[in-house]
C-alpha cells in the first residue's frame, strides 16, 4: 500500500495501487514517487524522487514484510521526513536554565525497558535537541547526573503547534535525603530520612501553550495547619459569616489590613515577599525566578496579607512554619483610611482592641527537635506569557497537610481543560503527576492534591535510614480540604486600583475585593465546593499505596480468578473506576462493565490473549442500536514481548459527548488509550457492576464526581480534653467567648466544648467547629474512613 502521508506533508500521489514486494526491490508495477507537498526541501530521512517496494524475509517470530526504499540506494534511509522534526528543550525546574549534555533517547514503544533500541543524542549547551522522526507519539526519556529521570510519552497532535514539533522537559535535581517505602502488609507508606523532619517535597505545574493566546497559571501552594490557626483565632471556620450586611461579621479576617496586625503575626507562619530576578527564554522575558543565598530565599519583607497562607506569586516565601501566636493580635487600625477602606470597625464606638500582643510558641511535635533554620515553603520560579514550568520547594517542613491548587491567572476564553495542566509532586525518591480532569462546573481554579506528612518516629528495623514520617497524598474530593472563599489569596498589587478601594453599600468587606481568584466578583461558596479535582498517578507502581484510596470489596464465595465488585450505585456522568493489579496470569485476562438490574448485561468487555508475536485485544461494546460493535486493538501499552508480570493500572471514567448522550474515556498505566474508547453509551446502559478474570491482585476504587464525604461531616459529642492535647494538662480548645469578642484558648481541663482536632499531628489542638477536617474522625485524628459511614464523634473518654 501507499506510504503514510506524514499528516497531509508527504505528497504519495504518484504512487499506483497496491502492490506485491520482490526480494530484488526492482519491481516495475511496484514503485513510488515521493516529495513534499508544495516541493517543500525534507527536513530528514531519504531524498525525494523514486521509491520501490523491497520484501523483507520474515524470521522465527515475525512475519515477513515490505518496505518502501529509495531506488538505487546502498542503504535503507528511510522516507523523506516532510514534517516538522521533534524538538525538545531541556531546562532546570528550579530556575528554568538549560541543562547541557542530558541524555535524550527516543524509544519505541512506552515500555522503555533496558535493550530496547532507540534514538538518543544529547542537549547542546543551550539545551535543545531534535529529532527526525515521523513517529505519531513519542516515548521520551531524559537523563542527566544529579537529576532524577525523566520518562513521558508525547502525543505529536499535542506538541506541535503551527510550524514547529517542540516539548520543553524540565529536570527535577536528585534529594538528597529521602526514601518512600510502603509496607505490603499493613499498606502504609512512610518517608525514611537520616535526621527528623529534613527532606524536601517539590510541585512542578506544566501545561500546554497555547497557539495564539498567551495563557498565565499559577501554582498555589499552602500549609493547611498554618492555614486553620489563623482560621481558629480571628473566627473564620465553616459558614462564619465574612461580610457584613448591616452588622459586624464573624470573621475578623479584615483586621489583616492592619499594619501592626500584619506585623505581629508574621511571627509565625510568616508570609514574606523576595528578591527575584528575570530569565529570557525562548518564549518569553517575564519569567521572574526567586532569589537565594546560602540554600534559602532572600527576604525583603513581611507580606501585607498574613492571613491566607497561600504560597504564590504575590507572596513567595513562608517560614517559621512550626511556630504559633496563642491569641489573636489586637487591631489598632490608626493608620487606615475609615472612608476608602469601609472596614465595619469605624461603624463602632470603640474600633481599637487594647490587650497585649500574643505569645509565641513552638508547636508541641517539634520542641524535642533543634533549631533548624533552615525550613520554608518557596515559589521558586514565576512562569508567565505561556512559558512553563512553575516550581515550588517545600524544604524541611514540620508535619501537617500541605495544599496544592493551580489557578488560571490570565483572562483568555476557555477554562482548565483547555490547557491541559498537570502537576508533578517529587516526594523524597518517588514522583507523582497530576491530571486535571473536567468538573460539573468548570472554573479556573484546580484543587489538585493534599499531601499529609505524619510526625517523626524513630524507624523500627523497616530500611536503613534511622527516622520515619507517614507519608499520604488525597486527589480525591471526599479526602481533601476544600478551597473556600474565606481563605482565597489576595494580591498587593490591586490596593492600587480604585475598583477595589470603595463600595458604595456599607458594611461589605473590603478583603474579598482583593481575591485573585475573581472574575467580576468573588467565587461563591457552591462554586468553589465544586471546584475542579483531577487524579494523580505514580511513577512507579511501589509507592501506588502512598495515594489515599478507598478500596471496593469483591464479592466472596468467587473462584481466585474471578472477582465481581458492586460499585453501590449507577455510574454517573464523570465518574471514574480505576483498577490497578500486578500483572496477569496466564495468556488471557478479562475486564467487563455489566448492568445489574435483574440477570446482569455486559454492557462493555475486554479479552486480552497472548499469542507467540503480538497482543490482541478483543473489545466488545454495545452500541446505540443495542447490537454488539467488535473491534480489535494493538493500543498502548499493549506492545509485542510486553511481559505479563508487569504492573498495570487502567482508568475508566464515563464523559458527555459533545454531540449528546455519554462516551467512556480510558487511560491505560496514565496515557490515553484512544483506540478503546466506547463512544456512545446505550440510554439504558446502567452501569453497576465490574468483573475482572485472571488479574494479579487486583484493586477497585470508584471516584465517584458528585461525592460530598469528607468536606461536610457533621460532629455532635464535644471532644475530651485528653483528645485535644499530647495529654490532659496539655490539651487546648479553641472557643469563640461573646464577652471579649474573640476567640479565647483554654487549656487542660477547662479545655471543653470543642467538638474536631483541626490537625492530625500530636499537637491536637480543639476548636468549637462542628465540621471534622477533612479526611479525619472527629476528635481521634484517626484516618477516617470514605465509605459513606459517618465520621466518628469523640469517644468522649480518656485515650488509651
Known amino acids: 500500500t501507499k506510504p503514510p502521508d506524514q499528516g497531509g506533508h508527504l505528497d504519495t500521489s504518484g504512487c499506483g495501487k ?142 506541535c503547534v503551527g510550524p514547529t ?64 490557626d489563623a482560621e481558629i483565632r480571628y473566627r473564620c471556620g465553616h459558614d ?55 540554600g534559602q530565599p532572600v527576604v525583603t519583607g513581611a507580606n501585607i496579607n498574613q492571613f491566607h497562607k497561600w504560597v504564590l506569586f504575590d507572596s513567595r516565601v513562608m517560614k517559621d512554619l512550626d511556630w504559633r501566636l496563642d491569641a489573636k493580635s489586637p487591631y489598632d487600625g490608626r493608620d487606615e483610611q475609615p472612608v476608602s477602606l469601609l472596614s465595619w470597625r469605624w461603624q463602632e464606638k470603640n474600633p481599637f482592641e487594647q490587650y497585649p500582643q500574643p505569645n509565641i510558641n513552638k508547636v508541641a511535635s517539634r520542641q524535642q527537635f533543634k533549631e533548624d533554620e533552615n525550613r520554608w515553603i518557596a515559589l521558586q520560579t514565576d512562569a508567565r506569557q505561556d512559558d512553563p514550568p512553575e516550581t515550588t520547594t517545600m524544604r524541611n517542613v514540620p508535619a501537617g497537610r500541605y495544599q ?10 476557555g477554562n482548565l481543560d483547555v490547557v491541559n495542566p498537570t502537576v508533578s509532586i517529587y516526594i523524597g525518591n518517588s514522583q507523582f503527576t497530576c491530571r486535571y480532569d473536567r468538573c460539573k462546573k468548570p472554573y479556573d481554579l484546580w484543587n489538585v492534591a493534599n499531601i499529609v506528612i505524619g510526625d517523626p518516629e524513630r524507624n523500627q528495623g523497616k530500611g536503613e535510614k534511622p527516622w520515619r514520617h507517614k507519608v499520604r497524598i488525597m486527589d480525591k474530593k471526599q479526602g481533601m480540604v476544600g478551597l473556600r472563599e474565606a481563605t482565597l489569596p489576595t494580591a498587593s498589587f490591586r490596593n492600587h486600583d480604585p475598583a477595589y478601594q470603595y463600595r458604595k453599600e456599607g458594611h461589605n468587606w473590603i478583603y474579598q475585593y482583593f481575591h485573585i481568584a475573581m472574575r467580576g466578583q468573588s467565587p461563591s461558596h457552591e462554586i468553589l465546593s465544586d471546584s475542579c479535582h483531577g487524579i494523580c498517578e505514580p511513577a512507579s507502581d511501589l509507592h501506588r499505596r502512598v495515594l489515599a484510596r478507598d478500596l471496593l470489596r469483591s464479592k466472596e464465595g468467587e473462584s481466585s480468578a474471578i472477582q465481581t465488585y458492586e460499585l453501590g450505585r449507577t455510574m454517573r456522568s464523570m465518574d471514574m473506576i480505576r483498577i490497578w493489579a500486578d500483572g496477569w496470569d496466564g495468556k488471557v485476562w478479562k475486564l467487563s462493565l455489566n448492568t445489574g438490574r435483574g440477570m446482569p448485561q455486559t454492557m462493555y468487555k475486554w479479552k486480552v490473549e497472548w499469542q507467540e508475536r503480538k497482543k490482541s485485544i478483543r473489545v466488545v461494546a454495545r452500541g446505540q442500536n443495542g447490537r454488539d460493535r467488535t473491534w480489535f486493538s494493538s493500543t498502548w501499552p499493549f506492545e509485542p514481548g510486553r511481559s505479563n508480570d508487569k504492573p498495570l493500572r487502567i482508568e475508566l471514567q464515563k464523559v458527555p459527548l459533545p454531540s449528546g448522550g455519554y462516551g467512556m474515556n480510558v487511560h491505560v498505566n496514565g496515557q490515553e488509550a484512544k483506540d478503546l474508547r466506547w463512544q456512545g453509551i446505550p440510554a439504558g446502559a446502567w452501569i453497576t457492576q465490574l468483573v475482572l478474570t485472571h488479574l494479579i491482585t487486583p484493586e477497585v476504587e470508584l471516584l465517584r464526581n458528585d461525592d460530598k464525604r469528607g468536606n461536610e461531616m457533621n460532629c455532635r459529642i464535644p471532644c475530651h480534653p485528653q483528645e485535644c492535647g499530647l495529654s490532659e494538662d496539655r490539651a487546648v480548645c479553641w472557643r469563640y467567648n461573646p464577652h471579649i469578642d474573640r476567640m479565647e484558648k483554654l487549656m487542660g481541663v477547662q479545655a471543653q466544648g470543642c467538638f474536631v482536632k483541626h490537625v492530625e499531628t500530636n499537637d491536637r489542638w480543639c476548636w468549637d467547629e462542628k465540621v471534622a477536617s477533612p479526611g479525619l474522625e472527629c476528635c481521634t485524628g484517626r484516618a477516617r474512613r470514605l465509605d459513606g459511614r459517618e465520621a466518628r464523634s469523640s469517644t468522649n473518654s480518656p485515650q488509651e
Open 404 to 413: 496544592i491548587a493551580v489557578y488560571k491567572f490570565s483572562n483568555d476564553h
Open 240 to 294: 462564619r459569616t465574612i461580610e457584613g450586611n448591616g452588622k459586624p461579621p464573624e470573621c475578623k479576617r479584615a483586621d489583616f489590613r492592619d499594619k501592626p496586625v500584619q506585623e505581629s503575626e508574621a511571627r509565625a507562619c510568616g508570609m514574606l515577599q523576595a528578591q527575584t530576578y528575570r530569565r529570557t527564554t525562548s518564549t518569553s522575558d517575564l519569567t521572574s525566578i526567586t532569589k537565594f543565598s546560602d
Open 165 to 228: 514539533c517542540k516539548a520543553q522537559i524540565a529536570l527535577v535535581p536528585v534529594p538528597g535525603d529521602g526514601e518512600i517505602q510502603c509496607d505490603e502488609e499493613t499498606g502504609e507508606c512512610y518517608l525514611y530520612t537520616e535526621k527528623p523532619g529534613q527532606y524536601d517535597l517539590k510541585a512542578v505545574l506544566e501545561w500546554q501553550p497555547g497557539e495564539s493566546a498567551r495563557r498565565d497559571l499559577d501554582l498555589w501552594v499552602r500549609s493547611w495547619d498554618c492555614g486553620v
Open 18 to 159: 497496491p502492490c506485491v514486494a520482490h526480494q530484488s526491490g526492482h519491481s516495475s508495477d511496484c514503485d513510488c514517487h515521493l516529495q513534499c507537498k508544495h516541493h517543500a526541501a525534507p527536513v530528514g530521512g531519504g531524498p525525494v524522487g523514486r521509491y520501490v517496494c523491497k520484501f523483507i524475509p520474515g524470521g522465527e517470530f515475525t512475519p515477513a514484510s515490505g518496505r518502501w526504499v529509495p531506488m538505487g540506494a546502498e542503504r535503507e534511509m528511510g522516507l523523506p521526513l516532510c514534517i516538522p522534526k521533534f524538538e525538545i528543550v531541556v531546562i532546570k525546574a528550579e530556575d528554568k536554565a538549560p541543562l547541557f549534555g542530558a541524555v535524550v533517547r527516543l524509544y519505541p514503544d512506552s515500555t522503555m525497558e533496558p535493550g530496547t533500541d532507540f534514538d538518543e543524542h544529547p542537549t547542546d549547551q543551550h539545551g535543545n535537541v531534535a529529532f527526525a522522526r515521523e513517529d505519531a507519539t513519542f516515548h521520551v526519556q531524559v537523563s542527566l547526573r544529579g537529576y532524577k529521570v525523566f520518562q513521558k510519552t508525547f502525543d505529536r497532535d499535542e506538541v
